[in-house]
């Protein structure tokens, strides 16, 4: 069966929530400095058991060490979950990542 559009979009938020505890977790300069909202496109090219293939920039937040902090993320946060059995084996998945000011 198929998945749906709403399965998919579950996966591709479980991977960005597994990349943005990364950056949680290792604390990258330009990220606490945050002054807005902005948000990070990355394309996560996975193997069938989850290992990173490569990731790639999409759409850039306009500031480079965020982008560096995303794209090292996605390196330290593999290995990721198994991508769904039924995914019509696409190995390719495009993850939003939104990063916002930290609040005291």
Do not use: C, H, W
Request: zero cysteines; proline letters at 9%; glycine letters at 2%.
């Amino acid at each position: 069966m198929p998945q749906t559009p709403e399965e998919r979009a579950t996966y591709t938020e479980l991977l960005a929530a597994k990349v943005s505890s990364e950056v949680d977790y290792l604390r990258y300069p330009g990220v606490s400095e945050l002054t807005r909202t902005i948000r990070v496109t990355l394309e996560l090219q996975l193997m069938k058991n989850g290992a990173l293939i490569n990731a790639r920039l999409i759409k850039s937040s306009g500031i480079e060490k965020v982008d560096e902090a995303a794209y090292r993320a996605a390196l330290a946060a593999s290995p990721y979950p198994e991508p769904p059995p039924d995914n019509d084996n696409q190995d390719r998945f495009e993850v939003e990542l939104v990063f916002s000011p930290k609040r005291l």
